[in-house]
């Protein structure tokens, strides 16, 4: 109620001051043109600055309908999304706590403490099921309810618009919420009840950094031989084994990007998340923990911010072989 309030305040208050910016750019118009032809210091002179002061207030309200959009929907919106970020800058330590456990700590103290009936919490992290489901039930005692919603996708399916959003939770909620989501990327799925959306997330990504090592051992297999290296990467990209990941993120074995596209800690978080989830349902994963030692390896080698395609570096080191 005191947040509704302070709101319309904040809007009543804006919409005064475009009154009085509008009022008193025109009289500044109105001032410069008497003094330049006193003819105008008529009646036409009242008509004219009347309609100046109202050009002068649609311009004003153009340029900060945004601030007026946003204060006038906050308090009605339904649909929140969040997105913890995961990258080194969130590892750093300010007034005793790292920024992503100050963020997670702002989102409990005040998102989720402003949850009401109706509302919809999007949580578009890659974290823990257990924990998502955790925080879901939270969420469903305040009357409100919440969903997991991870993407799939690169640097380039997001700029082509071509991102895959996969949703756990209630079906009816999914179907309230699907077409916001579309806006993110055309191939919306419900996969099932909280937490399977991030299970299938976890299992998509434990497969990219599996074919990045076996795509570098084919191709330091093959250089070894005595095929260039630019060679082998073009013939391996397009051929039989060549999924998406291979074909845009294969060339990174001769040109690693100047900012990682996922670097070695993000692809690490979730490779232990799988292994973690391996050994709660009995399923061997032999390929992810020998990949997920190769990112150890990265780190161990100085290579943690670079993209986990620089698994290949790492193989490549073992084998006596350069970038």
């Known amino acids: 109620m005191r947040r509704n309030l302070f709101a319309k305040l904040a809007l009543t208050f804006l919409a005064l001051l475009i009154i009085a910016a509008a009022v008193g750019l025109a009289w500044l118009i109105r001032r410069h043109l008497a003094e330049a032809a006193p003819v105008l210091r008529s009646w036409r002179a009242w008509v004219i600055w009347g309609l100046q002061s109202i050009l002068a207030a649609l311009v004003l309200v153009l340029l900060w309908q945004p601030a007026i959009t946003i204060s006038e929907l906050k308090p009605q919106q339904n649909i929140i999304a969040i997105l913890v970020d995961d990258s080194r800058s969130m590892a750093i330590s300010e007034d005793g706590a790292t920024r992503q456990a100050q963020a997670i700590k702002a989102l409990q103290n005040g998102v989720l403490a402003s949850l009401t009936p109706g509302k919809i919490l999007v949580d578009m992290s890659t974290v823990s099921p257990a924990y998502s489901r955790e925080v879901a039930a939270k969420v469903r005692a ?9 993407v799939s996708g690169s640097v380039i399916t997001l700029q082509e618009g071509k991102l895959s959003v996969m949703v756990g939770g209630r079906a009816e909620t999914f179907e309230r919420i699907k077409p916001v989501l579309q806006d993110i990327g055309p ?128 193989l490549a080191h073992m084998s006596g072989v350069k970038r």
């Not at 305040?142 to 991870?150: F, I, N, R």
């Not at 093959?222 to 397009?238: C, F, P, T």
């Not at 990949?291 to 620089?310: H, I, K, P, W």
């Open 142 to 150: 305040k009357g409100a309810d919440m969903v997991d919603s991870p």
């Open 187 to 314: 191939k919306v799925t419900h996969v099932g009840d909280n937490g399977l959306a991030l299970i299938i997330k976890i299992a998509c990504n434990l497969s990219l950094a599996v074919q990045m090592l076996a795509f570098s051992e084919g191709v330091l297999l093959a250089e070894k031989s005595g095929i260039k290296r630019e060679v082998a990467v073009d013939v391996l990209a397009n051929s039989a084994i060549a999924s998406p990941m291979i074909k845009y993120r294969g060339p990174f074995v001769l040109q690693l990007p100047a900012e990682a596209w996922f670097n070695v800690n993000m692809m690490q978080k979730d490779m232990l998340l799988a292994l973690e989830l391996g050994r709660q349902l009995d399923v061997p994963l032999p390929t992810t923990s020998i990949s997920n030692e190769f990112l150890t390896a990265a780190r161990a080698m100085g290579l943690v911010e670079e993209d986990f395609a620089v698994i290949f570096d790492v």
